[in-house]
């Protein structure tokens, strides 16, 4: 059914003589004025949406939700063996602060799992257990998208169901307050992060989605912030909850341990999410855990299943001997020898800086970027074998179909799936950071005609 409904909306836009500069103009207007931007770049670049057929999303779904129980177990193994948290790679100061208690359960509140999705198969690469960018992306280019005759066409002949996480983050928050302060009510919001930056449309859709939901909530930095007298405030602004968007290391590196924040969330003065204990699961070695068989113990069955089925073998790079496919072999040794299979990347950082794919690199090049690993922080990674699908890409004055790598990424909130990123880029690195773009979202139900 997939197929068939990407075939008829790729035969309505060809047919569609009012795809001209001037539509095109109106589309990125809308994005535009829709706040759908990344720094100044608008970030929609394709005529039609992503699909997923209700088969493929439930799977996406129970693997997704499946793995985030897998991640909540791997967190308990990790503070009960504070050893663990070494072994992912965490600084003394990221120790020290994933080990205060933050006043309710989860260990990441929202969160979203990066993935490809090929057919019935589902796999993994990162797991963005920081709070994630672009949770209202992909209802606004919804929106903008039903500008084209094709997609309201579609929707006639097909069920199309889309999602509303703004909605589900903003419950989710308001659920953890409630767990955080035994009292629930309408809590203060800031949503923190640095000035200026290219995420900082997204800031202001949540401040004025939560201000229009009743909720008051205002947009700072980190050094605005002031804690006195067991109040953290960025002026006359009381702060009962912080929505943490700033990186834990720049925090660390730019604002150190003093900074009120800190203070206020260690002395349990404010409500932070996601609170520090998200970093050990936001580290790329954290899949090392998960795909280490010595670890198996840690699982049920069903999340066993689903590390083995959907997570790549991943290792911290280092000296010394591991296990790939059953067999103890030296890490580096292997990973050279068999440089296409594999990838390397940094263990925390984002926008898909750092990655090196040994297929596309010479045996010296490989080299010389496992001894730059060594040197720094990385993981290394079994590479997937991506494929490309056809999208209408779209630029000021015309369009045509051309190959695209594209993720499926689910948002997670306190577990449970709401939606998906969608990225799509002309490269494997697919990230909009790194120069890719997105499109809408919806999963096909059923066929009405």
Wanted: proline share 4%; hydrophobic share 40%; charged share 25%.
């Amino acid at each position: 059914m997939r197929e068939e409904a990407i075939s008829e909306y790729h035969e309505l836009l060809a047919a569609d003589e009012g795809l001209t500069a001037e539509l095109f103009a109106r589309l990125k207007r809308g994005m535009s004025a829709g706040h759908l931007l990344y720094g100044a770049r608008e970030i929609g670049v394709s005529l039609r949406p992503h699909f997923l057929t209700r088969v493929q999303y439930d799977r996406l779904v129970r693997a997704s939700e499946t793995l985030a129980g897998a991640f909540e177990k791997l967190s308990e193994a990790m503070h009960a063996q504070p050893a663990l948290m070494a072994r992912v790679g965490l600084t003394e100061q990221e120790l020290r602060l994933a080990r205060v208690e933050p006043g309710y359960r989860y260990p990441a509140v929202t969160t979203r799992l990066d993935a490809f999705v090929k057919g019935d198969e589902v796999k993994f690469v990162e797991y963005n257990a920081e709070n994630p960018s672009s949770l209202t992306d992909q209802s606004g280019l919804n929106q903008v998208l039903f500008e084209i005759p094709a997609l309201e066409r579609l929707a006639e002949r097909y069920r199309l169901r889309q999602f509303d996480t703004a909605a589900a983050l903003l419950k989710t928050l308001r659920a953890i307050f409630a767990e955080w302060s035994g009292r629930g009510g309408v809590p203060n919001v800031a949503v923190v992060d640095w000035e200026n930056l290219p995420t900082r449309h997204e800031f202001m859709l949540l401040r004025n989605y939560f201000v229009g939901c009743g909720v008051p909530t205002i947009i700072c930095t980190p050094d605005e912030l002031e804690y006195d007298g067991g109040v953290l405030h960025r002026g006359e602004f009381r702060v009962d909850l912080v929505y943490k968007r700033v990186i834990i290391h720049e925090l660390l590196e730019r604002c150190g341990e003093s900074c009120a924040l800190l203070r206020a969330y260690t002395e349990r003065a404010v409500c932070l999410v996601n609170s520090f204990r998200c970093k050990p699961l936001h580290k790329k070695a954290a899949f090392a855990l998960l795909t280490d068989g010595d670890n198996a113990r840690w699982f049920t069955p069903a999340e066993r299943e689903v590390i083995r089925e959907c997570v790549p073998w991943t290792r911290r790079v280092e000296e010394g001997e591991t296990t790939h496919e059953g067999a103890r072999v030296d890490l580096l040794e292997h990973v050279r020898r068999y440089r296409e299979r594999f990838m390397l990347k940094p263990n925390d950082d984002y926008g898909g800086r750092g990655l090196s794919f040994g297929a596309k690199m010479s045996a010296p090049e490989w080299d010389d970027a496992i001894e730059s690993a060594l040197a720094n922080d990385f993981v290394v990674q079994e590479a997937l074998e991506l494929q490309t699908e056809v999208f209408p890409v779209f630029n000021e004055g015309s369009w045509a179909l051309q190959p695209m790598y594209v993720d499926t990424n689910p948002f997670l909130f306190c577990g449970r799936v709401e939606g998906a990123m969608v990225r799509l880029s002309q490269s494997p690195i697919v990230n909009v950071t790194s120069g890719g773009g997105e499109t809408g979202f919806f999963v096909i139900e059923d066929r009405l005609v």
